[in-house]
């Protein structure tokens, strides 16, 4: 089912940048969560985000140093104890889950547009 249009103001308020996975491991006692702790050039340091991703990734530890794209602009979410700041952005599912990524390196926190 298709999501009803919005206008180009709604949409310019989603922010979406890129983030070096830093540390990636399964959340304890959960079978879908992953913690992840992400780059985005800020000076406050990495954020932890929590995604339920774990269905598409063999060992956690592959997405470390891997850039990825992120929602960095929600607010912070309590998800099994843990705070999340931010949202993995990624298609599909099953067989045609994909990361959105980057075709080269850019600086942690480039912002897509």
């Known amino acids: 089912m298709d999501k009803p249009r919005i206008s180009i103001d709604e949409f310019a308020k989603i922010e979406v940048k890129i983030g070096t996975v830093k540390t990636a491991e399964r959340v304890p006692e959960t079978e879908r969560l992953l913690r992840l702790t992400v780059d985005f050039g800020e000076e406050a340091g990495p954020r932890q985000i929590v995604s339920g991703i774990q269905a598409y990734v063999s060992e956690p530890e592959d997405l470390v140093e891997r850039q990825l794209a992120f929602v960095t602009n929600l607010e912070p979410r309590t998800i099994k104890g843990l705070e999340s700041?931010?949202?993995?952005?990624?298609?599909?599912?099953?067989?045609?889950?994909?990361?959105?990524?980057?075709?080269?390196?850019?600086?942690?926190?480039?912002?897509?547009?």
Not at 85 to 113: E, K, W
């Open 85 to 113: 700041n931010g949202m993995l952005f990624a298609v599909g599912d099953g067989d045609t889950f994909a990361f959105v990524t980057t075709d080269r390196l850019v600086p942690p926190g480039t912002s897509a547009h």
